[in-house]
């Protein structure tokens, strides 16, 4: 039942009656991984997809020349890899353990069998899938169309919202991987950082940031400019 309980609580599952989420249970695997462990890759047959139970996993792109591209960090209750669930096709794009975790996994074949008897596990699925093709939508914008600084504002508003609009948030990756997620180095971020602290938009307190104005922020996302 304490898998069940925790299925409840996953907004892919939320609402489902309980009878709904035990025959999820039945169909769940537990897998726990390494750090650094790939749990797919581009091109691997989609046989299913997962939901994060415990610590964080990357999803990434690889270019011909070995270029790595962060895609997205994911953490617990969030899914992954849903969309061949749907479209019986192959991963299209890697994804990887950033620390020992545990996820849960989904087998396709069984999950389907699921959605046919009860179509509103579907529905919320749909709706799951149609906001992280929004999250790509902007993403995509933000880093053809926006400098590095508008990239790094909208990403602290992110946490901002994620967190109610708090104005402290905090970064639960290192700053290289964030860099790779907002397609950058290392050293450019550290310089923007330090620039925002300096010009007093942003305090910043280790792993911890506190924003100082939400509405320079805003101005950085909105104008797309450099500091």
Known sequence: MEIVKYLSKIPLFEGLPEDQLID?????????????????????????????????????????????????????????????????KHFPANAEALEKSKVLFFPRISLIRLIEKNPSLAMNMLAILARRLRQFTVQIEHLSLKEVPGRLAAYLLYLSDRENGSQEVRLDITKGQLASLLGTIPETLSRIFAKMSKQGIIEIMGPNIKILSRTALEELVEYGGGL
């Open 24 to 88: 999820l249970s039945k169909i769940t695997v537990t897998l726990d991984l390494g750090k650094g462990q790939v749990i797919f890759s581009e091109g691997d047959e989609g046989r299913g997809f997962y939901v994060v139970l415990q610590g964080r996993v990357k999803i990434y792109k690889l270019s011909p020349d070995g270029k790595e591209q962060t895609l997205h960090i994911f953490g617990s209750g969030e899914p992954f890899g849903e969309v061949p669930v749907f479209a019986g």
